[in-house]
């Protein structure tokens, strides 16, 4: 059979195949989440409820991907929680396909529970299912009416899209350093971010630090200082700026690179250091009014 785009009736035999759809529909999407919709609530019995939504949904990279919509209803129930611990309980969606051995085309939701622990854990879900919620059922629980939101399940991203900022993190204490006893290289902020596919990611730096020899010498005894900001992605600078301050006088530099990355996890974080210069101290500053801290944001711009 010949290939028919989309939107091209058949004729005869000759069309659009099941599997055909599920390809094309899988290039608008770099991965299977939440479009829209589909909240998760706990209730008075030991069920959770889902509101009508859609979500993106594929039982594998080779058989595409399809777009789900549920009208709305309840999860099977799950079991109450009678440990002195609480428990994760993942919620989701599949998409059901009677040609590829399921017992109807349905779309259709479930609940997998999980185990009470201190620190308790996501379960493992169905192979082809699609998380909708992560709940946290607390211990001694008789109904899921308490349980509560434990991160975010995935969105389903159009593929060229911007996903926003999907970093953000600022360091908030004071420090210095001073020649007399360390100068050494100093993370600020840093954490992991992960990109479905090949991203352009900016990296949005800020730095706020003052030069303090007026204070630790006579005010009259004027020096340089210096920071150097080192953009750290995957264990690797890939961007290093340095930040000039007179004595005694602060400055908030704002700071931004641009860089592609493949799918996947990605380490990132932001170091400073000051130079080899006059200035005994170096302050890095922070106040909730006038001081921003050394900050780091990644936004994800789109598609590489």
Not at 71 to 78: A, D, L
Not at 93 to 101: A, C, E, K, L, N
Not at 191 to 209: D, E
Request: overall charge neutral.
């Amino acid at each position: 059979m010949a290939d028919v785009a989309l939107g091209v009736r058949n004729s005869g035999t000759d069309g659009t195949t099941p599997l055909g759809m599920r390809l094309s529909l899988a290039s608008l999407f770099a991965n299977e989440g939440i479009l829209d919709g589909l909240a998760v609530t706990g209730t008075g019995s030991l069920s959770y409820s889902v509101s009508s939504g859609t979500a993106v949904c594929s039982k594998g990279s080779g058989d595409g991907r399809t777009i789900a919509h549920f009208s709305g209803g309840s999860t099977p129930t799950v079991s109450g929680n009678t440990a002195g611990y609480p428990r994760i309980d993942t919620v989701w969606v599949t998409s059901h396909d009677i040609d590829q051995g399921d017992s109807d085309n349905h779309v259709t939701v479930g609940v997998t529970q999980g185990t009470p622990a201190a620190t308790p854990a996501r379960p493992s879900i169905p192979t082809y299912a699609t998380p909708l919620a992560y709940m946290r059922l607390p211990a001694g629980a008789t109904s899921t009416s308490g349980a509560t939101r434990d991160g975010r399940a995935p969105m389903a991203i159009p593929y060229a899209s911007s996903r926003g900022i999907i970093f953000d993190d600022v360091n908030r204490t004071n420090s210095s350093s001073d020649l007399n006893f360390f100068r050494s290289r100093v993370t600020a902020v840093g954490g992991s971010v992960y990109v479905p596919t090949a991203r352009l990611l900016t990296f949005r730096m800020s730095v706020g630090c003052m030069c303090a020899d007026g204070v630790w010498k006579f005010a009259n005894n004027h020096t340089m200082g210096s920071v150097v900001v080192h953009l750290v992605v995957d264990g690797s600078d890939v961007y290093n700026a340095e930040v000039m301050v007179n004595d005694f006088c602060g400055v908030v530099q704002g700071l931004s690179y641009t860089q592609v990355v493949g799918a996947g996890s990605h380490a990132v974080r932001m170091d400073y250091e000051q130079k080899s210069d006059t200035a005994d101290r170096i302050l890095m500053k922070y106040s909730a009014k006038q001081w921003p801290g050394q900050r780091l944001q990644v936004v994800d711009e789109g598609a590489a």
